[in-house]
């Protein structure tokens, strides 16, 4: 397991990366601490130098860094820059289309609207001239007068005025002026003419609804006026102005009273403001009305009063008003149909204020009624949108506006205190509007120039990846090269190795292997022959260090019935042990050799209290070594805890350095490597052997104490015979004597203090104390629950495919305990197990591993706990002989025919082409069906239970009631 060539004295280290653990941290980092690790000598270790090209080479990669993130900001700047300069300039192209398309809008609102009311007053001033020329002729011929003149053909012509404007709900009513001395025989006259007017207009518009009879029955026979919802008659002194003939015919929606002698005056403040405005410009005048259309909320328009006057010649400055035209136009109406399809969005706010007059006919801000209305036109159909200016603040600056604030008459002329209607209209565009003229030019444009600068970034990010990747792949291999060397090499042979490298009068050139080429680290010290004669070697003498040999007693025995990743495991977790050790003593690790791990304390840093530390860091792998074994014992199986660590050491002068070659190495020569050897070699288990020399240190450092002189003296090859000492396991008992140097306290304090941490300062303690806890067969039982977990876990992965398994399972459990059979007869001599399946096992390899779950895993304890209280306590046939046979049939199984596993079968085949379907039947199955190989393991736990320790021929002869029911193997029945 270890080579120690005995001629030479020299230990040629095989180092593995499983063995080496946390060597490098333990080499690299306990040389700095070797020196504070003493008794007080002063030695202090020098700091770690940082190999010069390493450190430029990393300087210079940082600033390759910084010029990378430098232009990654300018390119990034510059793309944001231009992208956003892009975008802000397509916005404003949309915004500046979208401005000039709404004013369009507007102005065509504005001039249709305004056409339709211009053509409006023309047709209503040619109806009221029409009615006062018809008016004229009908009063010569029958020699009456006004008031007492109804219209005859009244809805024909009322119809053709709505017509004329397009307006669906307009309203149209013919009101005379009665004077005080008319109103009763207004009355009657009124009561004579309207079943005739009513019997006209049920004719010519079709209306169902009411006939003339039940209009008149509608009709109050006075002039009224309405008083919370009931007719009242007109008790005012004064002229009244009733309406007569109205369209369309019939009662207001959700009324039963025809408006018929209703007084328009009295009928609203509104319109009697509208009807002396009228009265005075003797002209038309508009005002704001709510107008009913039989909803819940009456709706907003204008009213209209047309004056008409006596006579043919209506424009003689000397005509008389007689009547009016009352006209109410529903707004929303009137804006439809006033733009073409699909040009929405418009916003129409109308208000109509009414300013109050004074005597003076001077306007007074008081009191001023508004009446506020928008709309939003969506081509040839208009929304309400609610009573108040409900357009979007942020387009206030593009706002549209017509109205005027000039009175077309004197304002001194009317009543103090009456209200005269100003219109004004405000069109807005709407965030609708300027949607539809938004489109997706402003990220497509700044798409592209991101792309192309994306493009150009990635161009130079290709060039400066290909570059930096050649750097990197230098830089890798150069920092794989040092950490490699920084782990074979103590500091201070390392910095000379780089000295010497860089002093070296050729270049890459003197380094050649074969085929000259250059080599790696490997064997970057082989030179050219007059090189290498001319160079002094790496090498130094160290008078006085302590060599510890410590190896693993037990190990061979032990690995022979492992799996080779088991042995690692166990092999990496204990050198792992050791390394964290060293590191905390200052101990440095030469080697791993096999199972025996090679230390030395005084090198590379001397140090007068090696012997001292090299028997503490021996003894405290031995404490180690034993709680790591506790603790693998549950994954690893039996006799794990039974390796123990049989130690050496030896002090005397060593010779070391670098054997330069193939895969140098630093090395230790010398006798005293020998001799700590043959310590370790005829040892004994966890104890410590040291020769007269450690011992000497020992005691010249007042711990005698700690030395046991062996009953018997060893013989040495080369050497004779010799005294060794065996070294005590604990000296917290021993107090240090008060004659002893204030260094040797020190170094003793320091010790204990050490031991102290690393008895209680290690991580996983809990789960240590939990394994101590438990005895032999409690870390034997948890063994077994892993291997069966682990079987149990294949099993649940390979039933994706199983069929009727339950049923399956309960027909085989209904011919269990049949009366009448023993337990033999319910077994079968053969199982036929199914064909291998090679893609099932592929499907079940890739599927990884299935969690049983806690409470089967609980159960799977608590049965295999009952399976170990069932084997007696006799030499052969117990519970650790049982896990014995486990283990190995579990190597069994992992061994049994898998290609490219390792164990011959098929090694000289080529994958591709190997039969798994005919290997597999070197297994018979079992290779596919972890039910079998689980049956098999389980068999193995169980094939000695309750095994009294006799022999079946001593049953069968003592007639015993096992040999009566089973006639062969008697013992092994009772399983």
């Known amino acids: 397991m270890r080579s120690v060539n005995s001629k030479n004295s020299q230990v040629t280290q095989q180092s593995t990366h499983g063995s080496t653990g946390g060597g490098s ?5 306990s040389e700095s601490r070797s020196g504070s690790e003493g008794s007080g000598n002063g030695n202090a270790s020098p700091t770690p130098q940082v190999y010069a090209p390493l450190s430029v080479a990393k300087r210079e990669e940082a600033n390759v860094l910084r010029a990378r993130i430098l232009v990654a900001l300018i390119l990034l700047l510059a793309v944001v820059g231009v992208a956003t300069t892009t975008n802000l300039i397509i916005k404003q192209q949309e915004r500046n289309e979208f401005q000039t398309k709404f004013e369009a809008y507007a102005t065509e609102v504005l001039t249709v609207t305004g056409s339709n009311i211009k053509q409006f007053n023309e047709a209503l001033d ?31 012509q009322a119809q053709k005025l709505a017509q004329l404007t397009g307006v669906d709900g307009i309203l149209v009513a013919f009101a005379p002026i009665v004077e005080e001395d008319e109103k009763e025989e207004w009355n009657r006259f009124a009561t004579e003419q309207n079943p005739l007017w009513y019997n006209e207009s049920i004719e010519n518009e079709g209306y169902t609804k009411f006939t003339a009879q039940e209009l008149v029955d509608l009709t109050v026979p006075f002039t009224f006026f309405i008083d919370d919802g009931q007719p009242l008659p007109v008790s005012r002194p004064g002229e009244v102005l009733p309406l007569f003939q109205s369209y369309p015919v019939g009662p207001p929606l959700g009324s039963k009273i025809m408006l018929t002698n209703m007084d328009a005056i009295l009928s609203s403040q509104q319109t009697e403001d509208v009807y002396r405005i009228s009265k005075v410009t003797r002209r038309a005048s508009i005002g704001f009305t709510r107008i009913d259309n039989g909803a819940e909320r009456s709706i907003p328009g204008s009213q209209i009063v047309q004056p008409i006057f006596d006579g043919p010649n209506t424009k003689a400055d000397d005509r008389t008003m007689v009547a009016v035209l009352l006209i109410q136009l529903p707004w929303v109406d009137y804006l439809k149909n006033v733009l073409a399809e699909g040009e929405d969005g418009i916003i129409v706010v109308i208000e109509i204020s009414c ?85 997706n030019n402003d990220i497509i444009y700044t798409v592209v120039v991101v792309v192309i600068f994306a493009f150009t970034t990635l161009v130079f990010l290709m060039y400066d990846f290909s570059v930096g990747r050649r750097q990197r792949i230098v830089m890798e291999r150069i920092m794989k090269q ?10 201070a042979i390392r910095d000379r190795l780089y000295e010497n490298q860089t002093n070296a009068d050729g270049d890459d050139a003197d380094l050649v292997g074969d085929n000259n080429r250059p080599l790696g680290l490997d064997n970057s010290f082989v030179r050219k022959a007059s090189t290498m004669d001319g160079s002094a070697p790496l090498a130094e003498l160290f008078p006085s260090v302590t060599v510890v040999f410590a190896d693993l007693v037990g190990f061979t025995s032990w690995s022979s019935a492992r799996e080779p990743h088991h042995v690692f495991i166990l092999l990496e977790t204990i050198y792992g042990t050791f390394d964290k050790v060293a590191y905390r003593h200052g101990v440095f690790k030469v080697e791993t050799v096999g199972d025996c791990y090679v230390a030395a304390v005084g090198l590379p840093e001397p140090r007068d209290d090696h012997a001292v530390v090299a028997c503490r860091f021996a003894r405290e792998c031995i404490k180690k070594l034993k709680d790591a074994t506790l603790k693998l014992e549950v994954s690893l199986g039996p006799d794990t805890s039974d390796l123990e660590l049989r130690t050496g050491m030896h002090s005397g002068q060593v010779t070391a350095g670098v054997l330069r070659g193939q895969r140098s190495r630093f090395q230790l020569f010398g006798d005293t490597m020998n001799t700590a050897a043959r310590m370790e070699s005829s040892g004994e288990r966890s104890r410590i052997q040291i020769s007269q020399a450690t011992a000497d240190m020992l005691t010249e450092a007042g711990l005698s104490r700690w030395t046991i002189p062996r009953s018997n003296k060893i013989y040495v090859k080369g050497k004779g015979e010799m005294q060794t000492y065996w070294v005590t396991r604990s000296n917290k008992s021993i107090q240090p004597k008060a004659t002893n140097m204030k260094s040797e306290m020190a170094t003793l304090d320091e010790g204990a203090e050490t031991e102290k941490s690393s008895e209680t300062g290690e991580e996983g303690d809990s789960e240590l ?61 053969i199982i036929p197990l199914k064909r291998f399946d090679a893609d099932e096992l592929e499907r079940r390899q890739s599927t990884g591993a299935f969690d049983i779950g806690v409470k089967a895993k609980c159960q799977l304890r608590n049965y295999i706990s009952t399976i170990a209280g069932m084997y007696p306590d006799n030499a052969f046939h117990n519970f650790e002989h049982a896990s014995h046979v486990t283990a190995s049939v579990k190597k069994l199984l992992s061994r049994i025919v898998l290609v490219g596993e390792g164990n011959g079968l098929g090694a000289n085949i080529p994958s591709e082409t190997v039969d798994l379907v005919d290997l597999a039947g070197h297994s018979y199955g079992i290779t596919s069906d972890p039910l079998t190989q689980f049956a098999v ?33 008697v013992a092994e029945q009772k399983s």
């Open 355 to 439: 300013p109050t007059f004074l005597e003076d006919g001077t306007q007074t801000l008081k009191n001023v009624e508004r009446n506020i209305v928008t709309y939003q036109v969506n081509g040839p159909d208009a929304v309400l949108l609610g009573e108040a200016d409900l357009h979007e603040t942020e387009y206030d600056d593009l706002v549209v506006r017509k109205g005027s604030s000039r009175l077309p008459f004197d304002p001194s002329e009317l009543p103090a205190g009456s209200c005269v209607p100003m219109q004004t209209i405000r069109l807005y565009p709407s965030a609708e509007l300027e949607d539809s003229y938004r489109t």
């Open 769 to 829: 104390l939990r394994v101590e806890e438990m005895n032999r067969t409690e870390r034997l039982v948890e063994w077994n629950v892993e291997v069966l977990t682990s079987l149990l876990e294949q099993i649940v992965g390979s039933r994706g495919g199983v069929v009727n398994q339950i049923q399956t399972l309960s027909n085989a459990e209904s011919r269990i305990g049949v009366l009448g059979r023993t337990v033999l007869d319910e077994f079968t001599p």
């Open 126 to 156: 040619s109806f009221a001239s029409s009615i006062g020329a018809q008016a004229a002729t009908a009063n010569a011929l029958r020699n009456t007068s006004w008031p007492f003149y109804r219209i005859p053909k009244w809805s024909v």
């Open 25 to 29: 941290e333990s080499r690299g980092e």
């Open 482 to 491: 040092d950490r490699i060397v920084a782990d074979v090499f103590p500091t």
């Open 937 to 969: 393991v389980f068999s193995a736990i169980i094939h000695d239970v309750d095994h009294p320790g006799v022999p079946n021929a001593q049953l069968v002869k003592e007639n015993t009631r096992c040999a009566q029911i089973y006639k062969k193997s």
